[in-house]
């Protein structure tokens, strides 16, 4: 999978949302020279998420390549479609 999005600090894609809570969340950037993805998991919608492996799941997503062009970051990445991660609502 791949995603771009203008942004020079954080770019987010949330997966099985119905709405900002409760969320399955991959974070990252392109800019900067030290590209990441970060699988985590947003609980309130009102807050940064909290990456799954601090919740008790497993850091599922794979950074594949990135890039920044144009004030937009790009990152191709692999993850499970069903990582198989609990709900995290138990915090």
Do not use: Q
Not at 23 to 42: R, S
């Amino acid at each position: 999978m791949e995603f771009t999005l203008p942004s020079d600090t954080w770019i987010g894609l949330g997966l099985n949302c119905t709405d900002s809570s409760h969320c399955d969340m991959l974070v990252g950037n392109a800019a900067g020279g030290k590209p990441f993805i970060l699988d985590t998991w947003e609980e309130l919608g009102n807050r940064n998420s909290e990456e799954d492996t601090k919740l008790g799941g497993r850091d599922d997503v794979m950074l594949l390549s990135s890039s920044y062009k144009d004030y937009a970051s790009t990152l191709r990445f692999s993850r499970k479609l069903d990582t198989g991660d609990m709900n995290h609502s138990h915090k």
